[in-house]
């Protein structure tokens, strides 16, 4: 099966969306799928605006001209709502062509946070972008109510994973050398992430802060006696997971948090506000404290069991997740059908009746036996 993917956030960008279209292209290729990805690299590129790490397609039309040529794939995703998502639709739209599209950033918080742009037109922008969508792909049933209480249709629950082979307890982890307890953040550093809500707290030991943004300089202004230490490679987080006591994750705008589950997948338990992203990762009590105060959150996460935090975490797995995927896209046309493709399932074709609504489930294990090729 030939999916094409395009996003504008791609590599070298750090977030979550990177992460998981990342760990789809690696499963659904070793599946014996084509997952051709249309982003922002190799073309002429401009800074976002608030974000200039962040790069934009400035030629987005000749982008995923050059990319595509005259292909014609089984089924199109569009995984953001930025340039490159936005000639996707129009060119998707002149064709004919179905298409799916996920829905991973509260943009219309973060640009209320940053730029103080009203809400109301930002939502404006997204119903209409993923009004043709034949599914709306969210990370959480809390996402999806949100949604649905603005209008938005077709959605459907697609939730996220992680690798608890790369993801462990590393024994001694990363030489902070600093008095414990040492409470963690590891993130984008954008005014958001509310991380002066965790910042600000009255905590014992130490907290320490991994991962740059465009709130960093004013972060270490106000709070300096936090340890910021910067962007950090993607093989040096289990460490730095693995060393700390407490991973704090103060967002309230996120809609999934995969930087949670990496950390519970380290034995690290979470204190986190009780909003949408920790409550469809963290198991209260067990793997993470929610509480409206974040300081007694991150205190009474401390007593929590690193093991059990570990072997909880590890029911969230990525494999389900991609079947989960593959079930949720859509047939190009009414009369599509895609090649067959070798896999662990033996070689089947794509129907049309797969673009049936499908139910997800939030809990991956259940669709861990759904054969991984279409």
Same mark, same amino acid.
């Not at 789809?24 to 200039?52: C, N």
């Not at 037109?121 to 599914?135: D, E, K, M, V």
């Given at each position: 099966?030939?999916?094409?993917?395009?996003?504008?956030?791609?590599?070298?960008?750090?977030?979550?969306?990177?992460?998981?279209?990342?760990?789809?292209?690696?499963?659904?290729?070793?599946?014996?799928?084509?997952?051709?990805?249309?982003? #922002?690299?190799?073309?002429?590129?401009?800074?976002?605006?608030?974000?200039?790490?962040?790069?934009?397609?400035?030629?987005? =039309?000749?982008?995923?001209?050059?990319?595509? =040529?005259?292909?014609?794939?089984?089924?199109?995703?569009?995984?953001?709502?930025?340039?490159?998502?936005?000639? $996707?639709?129009?060119?998707?739209?002149?064709?004919?062509?179905?298409?799916?599209?996920?829905?991973?950033?509260?943009?219309?918080?973060?640009?209320?946070?940053?730029?103080?742009?009203?809400?109301?037109?930002?939502?404006?922008?997204?119903?209409?972008?993923?009004?043709?969508?034949?599914?709306?792909?969210?990370?959480?049933?809390?996402?999806?109510?949100?949604?649905? /209480?603005?209008?938005?249709?077709?959605?459907?629950?697609?939730?996220?994973?992680?690798?608890?082979?790369?993801?462990?307890?590393?024994?001694?982890?990363?030489?902070?050398?600093?008095?414990? #307890?040492?409470?963690?953040?590891?993130?984008?550093?954008?005014?958001?992430?509310?991380?002066?809500?965790?910042?600000?707290? %009255?905590?014992?030991?130490? &907290?320490?802060?991994?991962?740059? /943004?465009?709130?960093?300089?004013?972060?270490?202004?106000?709070?300096?006696? !936090?340890?910021?230490?910067?962007?950090? =490679? %993607?093989?040096?987080?289990?460490?730095?997971?693995?060393?700390? %006591?407490?991973?704090?994750?103060?967002?309230?705008?996120?809609?999934?948090?995969?930087?949670?589950?990496?950390?519970? !997948?380290?034995?690290?338990?979470?204190?986190?506000?009780?909003?949408?992203?920790?409550?469809?990762?963290?198991?209260? /009590?067990?793997?993470?404290?929610?509480?409206?105060?974040?300081?007694? $959150?991150?205190? $009474?996460?401390?007593?929590?069991?690193?093991?059990?935090?570990?072997?909880?975490?590890?029911?969230?797995?990525? %494999?389900?997740?991609?079947?989960?995927?593959?079930?949720?896209?859509?047939?190009?046309?009414? $009369?599509?059908?895609?090649?067959?493709?070798? /896999? !662990?399932? =033996?070689?089947?074709?794509?129907?049309?009746?797969?673009? &049936? #609504?499908?139910?997800?489930?939030?809990?991956?294990?259940?669709?861990?036996?759904?054969?991984?090729?279409?």
């Amino acid at each position: 099966m030939r999916i094409v993917l395009v996003t504008d956030a791609w590599h070298p960008q750090v977030n979550g969306v990177v992460r998981t279209w990342t760990t789809m292209l690696q499963i659904l290729t070793s599946w014996g799928h084509e997952l051709v990805v249309v982003s #922002p690299e190799g073309s002429l590129t401009v800074p976002a605006p608030s974000e200039p790490q962040l790069r934009l397609c400035l030629l987005p =039309g000749r982008q995923l001209r050059r990319a595509l =040529g005259g292909m014609q794939p089984d089924a199109l995703h569009i995984a953001t709502e930025g340039p490159l998502g936005l000639a $996707a639709r129009r060119m998707a739209l002149a064709r004919g062509w179905r298409f799916t599209t996920s829905f991973h950033t509260m943009f219309p918080d973060y640009l209320k946070a940053r730029m103080g742009i009203p809400e109301s037109l930002p939502w404006r922008f997204l119903r209409w972008f993923h009004a043709p969508s034949q599914r709306v792909l969210v990370p959480t049933p809390t996402v999806r109510d949100a949604l649905a /209480g603005r209008g938005f249709g077709n959605l459907q629950v697609w939730s996220r994973g992680v690798d608890p082979g790369r993801f462990r307890p590393v024994p001694g982890g990363a030489p902070y050398g600093l008095p414990r #307890p040492v409470f963690l953040s590891v993130g984008r550093v954008a005014r958001e992430k509310n991380l002066d809500a965790f910042l600000s707290l %009255d905590l014992p030991g130490s &907290k320490v802060v991994v991962g740059g /943004g465009p709130d960093e300089a004013r972060l270490r202004r106000r709070y300096p006696r !936090a340890h910021f230490l910067g962007m950090q =490679g %993607d093989d040096a987080l289990p460490d730095f997971y693995s060393a700390a %006591d407490v991973f704090v994750f103060p967002s309230l705008t996120d809609t999934f948090g995969l930087v949670m589950l990496e950390a519970m !997948a380290c034995g690290t338990p979470v204190a986190a506000l009780p909003c949408a992203a920790p409550l469809a990762v963290v198991e209260q /009590g067990v793997t993470g404290v929610l509480d409206h105060d974040l300081g007694r $959150a991150c205190r $009474a996460a401390l007593a929590l069991d690193r093991e059990t935090v570990r072997r909880r975490a590890l029911a969230h797995g990525w %494999d389900a997740v991609a079947a989960c995927l593959l079930a949720a896209l859509s047939p190009l046309t009414a $009369a599509a059908r895609a090649r067959p493709a070798a /896999g !662990a399932g =033996g070689l089947r074709r794509y129907s049309p009746a797969q673009a &049936k #609504p499908v139910q997800c489930p939030t809990n991956l294990r259940s669709v861990a036996t759904i054969p991984p090729v279409c």
